[in-house]
Protein backbone atom coordinates (compact mmCIF):
# COMPACT_ATOMS: atom_id res chain seq x y z
CA UNK A 1 0.00 0.00 0.00
CA UNK A 2 1.48 3.19 -0.98
CA UNK A 3 1.95 6.23 1.34
CA UNK A 4 -0.80 8.35 1.54
CA UNK A 5 -0.85 11.70 2.95
CA UNK A 6 -3.01 11.80 6.65
CA UNK A 7 -5.39 14.65 5.33
CA UNK A 8 -8.32 12.45 5.53
CA UNK A 9 -7.64 11.33 9.03
CA UNK A 10 -8.26 14.50 10.53
CA UNK A 11 -10.98 15.95 7.72
CA UNK A 12 -10.34 18.81 5.41
CA UNK A 13 -10.99 22.36 5.82
CA UNK A 14 -11.03 25.11 3.56
CA UNK A 15 -9.27 28.79 3.85
CA UNK A 16 -12.29 30.10 3.54
CA UNK A 17 -13.70 28.20 6.52
CA UNK A 18 -10.85 29.23 9.01
CA UNK A 19 -10.75 32.21 8.09
CA UNK A 20 -14.55 32.49 9.15
CA UNK A 21 -13.49 31.52 12.46
CA UNK A 22 -11.04 34.28 12.73
CA UNK A 23 -13.52 36.82 12.80
CA UNK A 24 -13.24 38.78 15.61
CA UNK A 25 -15.47 42.40 16.97
CA UNK A 26 -13.13 45.11 17.96
CA UNK A 27 -14.33 47.64 20.54
CA UNK A 28 -13.06 51.10 21.67
CA UNK A 29 -12.82 52.47 24.54
CA UNK A 30 -16.02 54.40 26.43
CA UNK A 31 -15.35 57.70 28.30
CA UNK A 32 -17.36 59.12 31.08
CA UNK A 33 -18.50 62.57 30.89
CA UNK A 34 -17.66 64.23 34.42
CA UNK A 35 -20.77 65.05 36.50
CA UNK A 36 -21.07 68.67 37.81
CA UNK A 37 -23.45 68.39 41.03
CA UNK A 38 -22.53 72.34 42.16
CA UNK A 39 -26.04 73.13 40.73
CA UNK A 40 -29.40 73.35 42.37
CA UNK A 41 -30.20 70.87 45.35
CA UNK A 42 -31.84 67.18 44.33
CA UNK A 43 -35.87 66.89 44.92
CA UNK A 44 -36.77 65.05 47.72
CA UNK A 45 -40.87 64.87 46.85
CA UNK A 46 -40.41 62.44 44.54
CA UNK A 47 -42.64 59.28 45.07
CA UNK A 48 -44.63 56.56 43.10
CA UNK A 49 -48.23 55.20 42.80
CA UNK A 50 -50.95 54.63 40.69
CA UNK A 51 -52.32 57.55 38.64
CA UNK A 52 -55.78 57.69 37.82
CA UNK A 53 -57.22 59.35 34.76
CA UNK A 54 -58.62 59.09 31.57
CA UNK A 55 -57.65 56.49 28.39
CA UNK A 56 -55.01 58.37 26.27
CA UNK A 57 -56.22 58.07 22.47
CA UNK A 58 -54.24 55.56 20.22
CA UNK A 59 -51.72 57.25 17.89
CA UNK A 60 -52.29 57.20 14.32
CA UNK A 61 -50.03 54.50 13.24
CA UNK A 62 -49.89 55.44 9.83
CA UNK A 63 -47.72 58.40 10.49
CA UNK A 64 -45.15 55.93 12.18
CA UNK A 65 -41.86 55.37 9.66
CA UNK A 66 -41.83 51.63 8.22
CA UNK A 67 -45.18 50.60 9.20
CA UNK A 68 -46.00 47.10 8.86
CA UNK A 69 -48.80 45.44 7.45
CA UNK A 70 -50.57 43.34 9.87
CA UNK A 71 -52.96 42.49 7.59
CA UNK A 72 -53.11 38.43 6.11
CA UNK A 73 -50.17 37.68 8.07
CA UNK A 74 -50.84 34.73 10.61
CA UNK A 75 -54.05 32.76 10.81
CA UNK A 76 -54.93 30.58 13.70
CA UNK A 77 -51.61 31.46 14.92
CA UNK A 78 -49.72 30.09 11.70
CA UNK A 79 -47.38 32.49 9.93
CA UNK A 80 -49.09 31.93 6.11
CA UNK A 81 -46.42 34.73 4.40
CA UNK A 82 -44.61 37.71 5.52
CA UNK A 83 -44.66 41.15 4.52
CA UNK A 84 -41.70 43.23 3.16
CA UNK A 85 -40.76 46.34 4.66
CA UNK A 86 -39.96 48.87 1.77
CA UNK A 87 -39.70 52.07 3.60
CA UNK A 88 -36.62 51.20 5.97
CA UNK A 89 -33.18 51.89 4.85
CA UNK A 90 -30.56 49.74 5.24
CA UNK A 91 -28.73 52.30 7.54
CA UNK A 92 -31.41 52.36 10.14
CA UNK A 93 -30.17 48.77 11.14
CA UNK A 94 -26.64 49.52 12.04
CA UNK A 95 -25.84 51.27 15.78
CA UNK A 96 -24.56 54.80 15.30
CA UNK A 97 -21.42 55.40 16.56
CA UNK A 98 -22.22 55.80 20.24
CA UNK A 99 -20.09 55.24 22.97
CA UNK A 100 -17.70 53.60 20.76
CA UNK A 101 -17.46 52.90 17.41
CA UNK A 102 -19.87 49.71 15.92
CA UNK A 103 -18.39 46.20 15.74
CA UNK A 104 -16.66 45.18 12.50
CA UNK A 105 -14.92 42.19 11.23
CA UNK A 106 -11.41 42.09 10.17
CA UNK A 107 -9.59 39.27 8.30
CA UNK A 108 -6.29 37.70 8.74
CA UNK A 109 -4.27 36.59 6.66
CA UNK A 110 -2.97 33.44 5.92
CA UNK A 111 0.75 32.43 5.44
CA UNK A 112 2.06 30.08 3.33
CA UNK A 113 3.30 26.58 4.49
CA UNK A 114 6.02 24.09 3.31
CA UNK A 115 3.92 20.70 3.27
CA UNK A 116 0.78 19.21 3.40
CA UNK A 117 1.19 17.68 6.82
CA UNK A 118 1.64 21.31 8.36
CA UNK A 119 -0.90 22.74 6.69
CA UNK A 120 -3.47 20.56 8.23
CA UNK A 121 -1.88 20.62 11.92
CA UNK A 122 -2.01 24.43 11.88
CA UNK A 123 -5.34 24.41 10.09
CA UNK A 124 -6.75 22.18 13.35
CA UNK A 125 -4.87 23.95 16.09
CA UNK A 126 -6.54 27.38 14.52
CA UNK A 127 -9.72 25.32 14.87
CA UNK A 128 -9.50 24.54 18.27
CA UNK A 129 -8.02 27.54 19.79
CA UNK A 130 -10.46 29.90 18.22
CA UNK A 131 -13.79 27.40 19.09
CA UNK A 132 -12.50 27.81 22.11
CA UNK A 133 -12.10 31.62 22.03
CA UNK A 134 -15.98 31.86 20.73
CA UNK A 135 -17.37 29.95 23.01
CA UNK A 136 -15.84 32.36 25.93
CA UNK A 137 -16.99 35.80 23.99
CA UNK A 138 -19.91 37.01 25.69
CA UNK A 139 -21.41 38.64 22.57
CA UNK A 140 -21.44 35.64 20.18
CA UNK A 141 -23.11 33.70 23.20
CA UNK A 142 -25.35 36.78 23.30
CA UNK A 143 -26.35 36.90 19.77
CA UNK A 144 -26.59 32.57 19.43
CA UNK A 145 -29.27 32.84 22.66
CA UNK A 146 -31.13 35.90 21.04
CA UNK A 147 -31.71 33.96 17.81
CA UNK A 148 -32.59 30.56 19.48
CA UNK A 149 -35.43 32.40 21.66
CA UNK A 150 -36.34 34.97 19.06
CA UNK A 151 -40.32 34.92 18.56
CA UNK A 152 -42.20 36.54 15.98
CA UNK A 153 -43.16 40.17 16.87
CA UNK A 154 -47.21 40.48 17.81
CA UNK A 155 -49.19 43.77 18.88
CA UNK A 156 -51.14 43.26 21.83
CA UNK A 157 -54.51 45.05 21.68
CA UNK A 158 -55.37 47.86 24.17
CA UNK A 159 -59.16 46.81 25.65
CA UNK A 160 -59.23 50.06 27.79
CA UNK A 161 -56.30 51.76 30.15
CA UNK A 162 -53.90 48.41 29.44
CA UNK A 163 -51.35 50.23 26.89
CA UNK A 164 -49.24 49.81 30.77
CA UNK A 165 -49.33 46.11 30.58
CA UNK A 166 -48.73 46.11 26.87
CA UNK A 167 -45.52 48.11 26.72
CA UNK A 168 -44.21 46.04 29.95
CA UNK A 169 -45.21 42.92 28.37
CA UNK A 170 -43.58 43.51 24.68
CA UNK A 171 -39.85 45.19 26.73
CA UNK A 172 -39.89 41.84 28.52
CA UNK A 173 -39.87 39.58 25.48
CA UNK A 174 -36.95 41.42 23.97
CA UNK A 175 -35.10 39.72 26.91
CA UNK A 176 -33.56 36.37 25.86
CA UNK A 177 -33.03 34.90 29.40
CA UNK A 178 -36.93 36.07 30.11
CA UNK A 179 -38.11 33.89 27.00
CA UNK A 180 -36.13 31.15 27.89
CA UNK A 181 -37.82 31.07 31.60
CA UNK A 182 -41.12 31.42 29.89
CA UNK A 183 -40.90 28.88 27.52
CA UNK A 184 -39.32 26.39 30.23
CA UNK A 185 -42.73 27.29 32.13
CA UNK A 186 -44.86 26.48 29.26
CA UNK A 187 -44.02 23.16 29.71
CA UNK A 188 -44.11 22.63 33.31
CA UNK A 189 -47.81 22.04 34.92
CA UNK A 190 -48.62 25.19 36.65
CA UNK A 191 -51.83 25.59 37.69
CA UNK A 192 -53.89 29.03 37.91
CA UNK A 193 -54.93 28.47 41.30
CA UNK A 194 -51.66 29.34 43.40
CA UNK A 195 -49.66 30.33 40.55
CA UNK A 196 -51.67 33.07 38.82
CA UNK A 197 -48.79 34.93 37.51
CA UNK A 198 -46.66 31.92 36.00
CA UNK A 199 -50.04 30.56 34.82
CA UNK A 200 -50.50 33.74 32.45
CA UNK A 201 -47.04 33.98 30.94
CA UNK A 202 -46.86 30.68 30.10
CA UNK A 203 -50.79 31.02 28.14
CA UNK A 204 -49.17 33.95 27.36
CA UNK A 205 -46.00 32.92 25.57
CA UNK A 206 -47.29 30.06 23.88
CA UNK A 207 -49.69 32.82 21.73
CA UNK A 208 -46.26 33.27 19.60
CA UNK A 209 -44.28 31.48 17.47
CA UNK A 210 -40.70 31.38 15.82
CA UNK A 211 -40.10 33.37 13.07
CA UNK A 212 -39.33 31.64 9.28
CA UNK A 213 -35.81 31.09 9.13
CA UNK A 214 -34.62 31.50 12.40
CA UNK A 215 -32.76 28.67 12.39
CA UNK A 216 -29.87 30.25 10.69
CA UNK A 217 -27.95 33.69 11.03
CA UNK A 218 -29.67 35.01 8.21
CA UNK A 219 -32.84 34.81 9.23
CA UNK A 220 -35.46 37.64 7.98
CA UNK A 221 -36.22 39.72 11.13
CA UNK A 222 -38.83 41.70 9.25
CA UNK A 223 -41.95 39.63 10.30
CA UNK A 224 -44.80 40.20 12.09
CA UNK A 225 -48.42 38.03 13.17
CA UNK A 226 -51.34 39.25 14.24
CA UNK A 227 -52.18 41.04 16.74
CA UNK A 228 -54.33 39.54 20.05
CA UNK A 229 -55.44 40.81 23.38
CA UNK A 230 -53.71 39.70 26.53
CA UNK A 231 -56.82 38.40 28.34
CA UNK A 232 -55.11 35.91 30.30
CA UNK A 233 -53.48 38.52 32.44
CA UNK A 234 -56.79 39.23 34.04
CA UNK A 235 -56.79 37.68 37.05
CA UNK A 236 -53.11 39.44 37.39
CA UNK A 237 -54.26 42.59 36.69
CA UNK A 238 -57.00 42.29 39.74
CA UNK A 239 -54.21 40.93 42.37
CA UNK A 240 -52.48 44.10 41.02
CA UNK A 241 -55.31 46.41 41.37
CA UNK A 242 -57.69 45.07 43.51
CA UNK A 243 -59.83 48.12 43.65
CA UNK A 244 -60.59 47.80 40.04
CA UNK A 245 -63.41 45.86 39.09
CA UNK A 246 -62.32 42.71 37.60
CA UNK A 247 -62.30 43.08 34.17
CA UNK A 248 -59.45 43.39 31.80
CA UNK A 249 -61.64 45.48 29.57
CA UNK A 250 -62.93 49.00 29.71
CA UNK A 251 -60.07 49.61 32.61
CA UNK A 252 -61.45 53.01 34.45
CA UNK A 253 -57.78 54.59 34.62
CA UNK A 254 -54.45 54.62 33.42
CA UNK A 255 -51.89 52.46 35.68
CA UNK A 256 -47.82 53.21 36.50
CA UNK A 257 -45.71 51.10 34.18
CA UNK A 258 -42.94 50.65 36.85
CA UNK A 259 -45.08 49.84 39.35
CA UNK A 260 -46.80 47.18 37.20
CA UNK A 261 -43.40 45.88 36.34
CA UNK A 262 -41.97 45.64 39.71
CA UNK A 263 -45.16 43.95 40.67
CA UNK A 264 -44.91 40.92 38.37
CA UNK A 265 -41.56 40.28 38.82
CA UNK A 266 -41.97 40.02 42.59
CA UNK A 267 -45.15 37.92 42.15
CA UNK A 268 -43.06 35.58 39.43
CA UNK A 269 -39.97 35.14 42.10
CA UNK A 270 -42.20 33.90 44.71
CA UNK A 271 -44.57 31.65 42.66
CA UNK A 272 -41.56 30.08 41.88
CA UNK A 273 -40.20 29.38 44.89
CA UNK A 274 -43.27 28.15 45.81
CA UNK A 275 -43.58 26.00 42.70
CA UNK A 276 -39.82 24.79 43.37
CA UNK A 277 -41.26 23.51 47.34
CA UNK A 278 -38.85 26.27 48.90
CA UNK A 279 -39.71 27.58 52.44
CA UNK A 280 -43.24 29.32 52.78
CA UNK A 281 -43.99 32.11 55.54
CA UNK A 282 -47.76 31.72 57.47
CA UNK A 283 -49.24 33.13 54.22
CA UNK A 284 -47.91 30.32 52.40
CA UNK A 285 -46.40 32.57 49.95
CA UNK A 286 -42.33 32.02 49.31
CA UNK A 287 -39.84 33.58 51.33
CA UNK A 288 -38.20 36.33 49.18
CA UNK A 289 -35.25 37.71 51.34
CA UNK A 290 -32.71 35.74 52.79
CA UNK A 291 -30.50 36.72 55.63
CA UNK A 292 -26.95 35.95 56.01
CA UNK A 293 -26.19 34.63 59.99
CA UNK A 294 -29.67 34.12 60.29
CA UNK A 295 -30.12 38.25 60.55
CA UNK A 296 -26.65 38.63 62.68
CA UNK A 297 -24.82 41.48 62.58
CA UNK A 298 -21.15 40.35 61.62
CA UNK A 299 -18.10 42.25 60.18
CA UNK A 300 -16.38 41.99 57.23
CA UNK A 301 -13.04 43.60 55.70
CA UNK A 302 -13.89 45.96 52.93
CA UNK A 303 -11.84 48.23 50.84
CA UNK A 304 -8.31 48.95 51.94
CA UNK A 305 -9.11 47.09 54.88
CA UNK A 306 -11.60 48.83 56.65
CA UNK A 307 -13.76 46.61 58.75
CA UNK A 308 -17.53 47.43 59.01
CA UNK A 309 -20.76 45.85 60.83
CA UNK A 310 -22.64 44.18 57.70
CA UNK A 311 -25.95 42.79 57.69
CA UNK A 312 -26.68 41.47 53.86
CA UNK A 313 -30.06 40.65 52.75
CA UNK A 314 -30.65 38.90 49.12
CA UNK A 315 -33.82 37.42 47.01
CA UNK A 316 -33.96 33.77 47.68
CA UNK A 317 -32.47 31.29 44.32
CA UNK A 318 -34.96 31.27 42.01
CA UNK A 319 -34.71 31.92 38.07
CA UNK A 320 -35.75 35.54 38.02
CA UNK A 321 -33.34 36.52 40.51
CA UNK A 322 -30.74 35.15 38.14
CA UNK A 323 -31.70 37.72 35.06
CA UNK A 324 -32.35 40.83 37.10
CA UNK A 325 -31.09 40.40 40.78
CA UNK A 326 -28.35 42.71 41.81
CA UNK A 327 -27.13 43.79 45.40
CA UNK A 328 -26.40 47.27 46.50
CA UNK A 329 -23.60 48.04 49.50
CA UNK A 330 -24.29 51.12 51.30
CA UNK A 331 -21.88 51.99 54.17
CA UNK A 332 -22.86 55.07 56.39
CA UNK A 333 -19.69 56.57 58.01
CA UNK A 334 -20.25 58.46 61.56
CA UNK A 335 -16.85 59.52 63.52
CA UNK A 336 -16.46 57.82 66.57
CA UNK A 337 -18.07 54.89 65.38
CA UNK A 338 -17.25 51.93 62.88
CA UNK A 339 -18.68 51.64 59.67
CA UNK A 340 -22.20 50.42 59.09
CA UNK A 341 -22.64 48.26 55.99
CA UNK A 342 -26.12 46.72 54.66
CA UNK A 343 -26.57 44.53 51.36
CA UNK A 344 -29.53 44.20 50.31
CA UNK A 345 -31.05 43.08 46.28
CA UNK A 346 -32.88 44.50 43.69
CA UNK A 347 -34.40 43.82 40.32
CA UNK A 348 -34.58 47.80 39.15
CA UNK A 349 -32.50 50.65 39.92
CA UNK A 350 -34.85 53.65 40.54
CA UNK A 351 -32.66 56.97 39.45
CA UNK A 352 -33.07 60.89 40.08
CA UNK A 353 -32.68 62.78 37.27
CA UNK A 354 -34.38 65.80 39.16
CA UNK A 355 -30.77 67.11 39.12
CA UNK A 356 -29.38 69.80 37.19
CA UNK A 357 -26.13 68.17 36.55
CA UNK A 358 -27.99 64.86 35.12
CA UNK A 359 -28.16 64.82 31.67
CA UNK A 360 -27.97 61.59 30.91
CA UNK A 361 -28.07 58.01 32.39
CA UNK A 362 -24.31 57.70 33.01
CA UNK A 363 -24.63 60.80 35.07
CA UNK A 364 -27.64 59.68 37.09
CA UNK A 365 -25.95 56.67 37.50
CA UNK A 366 -22.97 58.40 39.20
CA UNK A 367 -25.33 60.77 40.89
CA UNK A 368 -26.77 57.59 42.51
CA UNK A 369 -23.81 56.20 44.30
CA UNK A 370 -22.43 59.96 45.07
CA UNK A 371 -21.70 59.68 49.02
CA UNK A 372 -25.06 62.15 50.73
CA UNK A 373 -24.88 63.81 54.12
CA UNK A 374 -27.26 62.25 56.70
CA UNK A 375 -28.22 64.56 59.87
CA UNK A 376 -29.45 63.21 63.15
CA UNK A 377 -28.04 60.03 62.39
CA UNK A 378 -28.66 57.60 65.56
CA UNK A 379 -25.60 55.31 66.32
CA UNK A 380 -26.22 51.93 68.29
CA UNK A 381 -22.52 51.38 69.26
CA UNK A 382 -19.62 53.22 69.62
CA UNK A 383 -20.44 57.09 70.33
CA UNK A 384 -23.97 56.24 71.16
CA UNK A 385 -26.38 59.37 70.43
CA UNK A 386 -27.62 61.66 67.13
CA UNK A 387 -24.61 62.76 65.30
CA UNK A 388 -23.63 63.90 61.62
CA UNK A 389 -22.77 60.99 58.80
CA UNK A 390 -21.87 60.37 55.62
CA UNK A 391 -23.76 57.24 53.44
CA UNK A 392 -22.49 55.92 50.24
CA UNK A 393 -24.00 53.33 48.00
CA UNK A 394 -22.61 51.13 45.43
CA UNK A 395 -22.98 47.82 43.07
CA UNK A 396 -21.86 44.70 44.84
CA UNK A 397 -23.51 42.62 42.64
CA UNK A 398 -24.77 42.73 38.72
CA UNK A 399 -27.78 41.58 37.26
CA UNK A 400 -27.68 40.11 33.51
CA UNK A 401 -30.70 42.32 32.58
CA UNK A 402 -30.08 45.61 34.60
CA UNK A 403 -33.43 47.73 34.36
CA UNK A 404 -32.91 51.40 34.83
CA UNK A 405 -36.07 53.55 36.30
CA UNK A 406 -35.85 57.52 35.29
CA UNK A 407 -38.07 58.84 38.01
CA UNK A 408 -40.30 61.37 35.81
CA UNK A 409 -43.90 60.94 38.23
CA UNK A 410 -43.72 62.55 41.08
CA UNK A 411 -46.31 63.59 43.92
CA UNK A 412 -46.20 66.54 46.32
CA UNK A 413 -48.09 69.85 47.47
CA UNK A 414 -48.95 70.39 44.05
CA UNK A 415 -50.19 67.05 43.25
CA UNK A 416 -49.58 64.62 40.74
CA UNK A 417 -46.52 65.88 38.30
CA UNK A 418 -44.49 65.01 35.45
CA UNK A 419 -40.97 65.14 34.43
CA UNK A 420 -40.48 66.06 30.81
CA UNK A 421 -37.00 66.74 31.00
CA UNK A 422 -34.49 65.63 28.38
CA UNK A 423 -32.44 62.60 29.85
CA UNK A 424 -30.16 60.78 26.89
CA UNK A 425 -29.09 57.27 26.85
CA UNK A 426 -26.78 55.34 24.37
CA UNK A 427 -27.23 51.93 22.96
CA UNK A 428 -24.16 50.48 24.89
CA UNK A 429 -22.28 51.87 28.10
CA UNK A 430 -19.59 50.59 30.44
CA UNK A 431 -20.32 50.80 34.32
CA UNK A 432 -17.64 52.98 35.74
CA UNK A 433 -15.43 51.51 38.11
CA UNK A 434 -16.45 53.73 41.12
CA UNK A 435 -20.13 52.63 40.59
CA UNK A 436 -18.89 49.40 42.36
CA UNK A 437 -17.84 47.70 45.38
CA UNK A 438 -14.72 46.08 43.93
CA UNK A 439 -13.18 47.38 40.58
CA UNK A 440 -13.86 44.78 38.08
CA UNK A 441 -12.75 44.93 34.66
CA UNK A 442 -15.09 42.20 33.28
CA UNK A 443 -18.90 42.03 32.85
CA UNK A 444 -19.25 45.96 33.10
CA UNK A 445 -20.46 46.79 29.49
CA UNK A 446 -24.26 46.40 28.61
CA UNK A 447 -26.12 47.07 25.59
CA UNK A 448 -29.59 48.28 25.00
CA UNK A 449 -32.31 46.34 24.44
CA UNK A 450 -35.43 47.95 25.27
CA UNK A 451 -37.55 51.03 26.74
CA UNK A 452 -40.59 51.99 27.83
CA UNK A 453 -41.74 55.81 27.58
CA UNK A 454 -44.82 57.42 28.69
CA UNK A 455 -46.44 60.21 25.94
CA UNK A 456 -48.44 62.78 27.35
CA UNK A 457 -48.08 66.17 29.35
CA UNK A 458 -50.06 64.99 32.60
CA UNK A 459 -48.67 62.13 35.50
CA UNK A 460 -52.65 61.08 35.67
CA UNK A 461 -53.14 60.54 31.73
CA UNK A 462 -51.22 59.50 28.97
CA UNK A 463 -49.98 56.24 26.64
CA UNK A 464 -47.38 54.02 27.08
CA UNK A 465 -45.06 52.81 24.03
CA UNK A 466 -42.22 49.97 23.74
CA UNK A 467 -39.31 49.76 21.65
CA UNK A 468 -37.49 46.32 21.86
CA UNK A 469 -34.67 45.09 19.59
CA UNK A 470 -34.79 41.64 17.75
CA UNK A 471 -31.86 40.00 16.25
CA UNK A 472 -29.44 41.29 13.37
CA UNK A 473 -30.30 44.60 15.11
CA UNK A 474 -33.36 45.23 14.48
CA UNK A 475 -35.82 47.32 16.38
CA UNK A 476 -39.70 47.72 16.54
CA UNK A 477 -42.14 49.73 18.45
CA UNK A 478 -44.89 48.91 19.92
CA UNK A 479 -47.71 51.08 19.81
CA UNK A 480 -50.49 48.44 21.76
CA UNK A 481 -51.68 46.41 18.08
CA UNK A 482 -49.27 48.41 15.87
CA UNK A 483 -45.90 47.21 15.23
CA UNK A 484 -43.32 49.58 13.20
CA UNK A 485 -39.85 48.64 12.21
CA UNK A 486 -37.80 51.80 13.72
CA UNK A 487 -34.02 52.98 13.32
CA UNK A 488 -31.90 53.93 16.40
CA UNK A 489 -32.25 57.33 15.65
CA UNK A 490 -35.94 57.02 16.75
CA UNK A 491 -35.03 54.74 19.57
CA UNK A 492 -32.37 57.16 21.19
CA UNK A 493 -34.85 59.37 22.09
CA UNK A 494 -34.71 61.79 25.56
CA UNK A 495 -37.93 60.88 27.08
CA UNK A 496 -37.54 57.08 27.93
CA UNK A 497 -39.10 56.32 31.43
CA UNK A 498 -37.67 52.85 31.76
CA UNK A 499 -35.21 51.51 29.82
CA UNK A 500 -33.62 47.69 29.69
CA UNK A 501 -29.82 46.56 29.35
CA UNK A 502 -28.66 43.13 29.15
CA UNK A 503 -25.09 42.57 29.91
CA UNK A 504 -22.39 41.78 27.58
Known amino acids: MTDQPLVLLFGSFSEDEVVSWLNKPSEKAVKNKPLDLNSSKISSEISFGSFNGESYKNIDSSKGSANLNLTGICKNGKVSHTEPINNLKPEALIHPKQNGAPYH ?35 DRNRDMDLETCLLPRGLINLGNTCFLNATLQA ?25 TLAAFGEFVSEFKMPAGSSTKDMNPIQTGRPFSPV ?9 TPDVPNSISGRPR ?20 KLEGQATNANGNGSSLVSSVEDDDWETVGPKNKSAVTRTQNFAPSEVR ?25 FLLHLDIS ?62 TKLHKPVRFPLEFL ?61 LHDQAYILFYKRL
Open 254 to 273: QEDAQEFLSFIMHQMHDELL
Open 431 to 491: LSRNLLVSAATEGRKYALIASVTHHGREASKGHYTADACYPNQQWFRFDDASVTAISTNKV
Open 322 to 346: AIFGGQLRSVVKAKGNKDSATVQPF
Open 172 to 196: LLSCSPVVQLLQGIRTRIVHKTGYP
Open 355 to 416: HDGVANIEDALRLYSMPETLDEYRTTSGKAGVVSARKSVNLLTLPKVMILHLKRFGYGTNGS
Open 105 to 139: NGNMELKPVDSINSLVHNKIQTLVAVKEEKSNNPI
Open 232 to 240: MFEVVLKNF
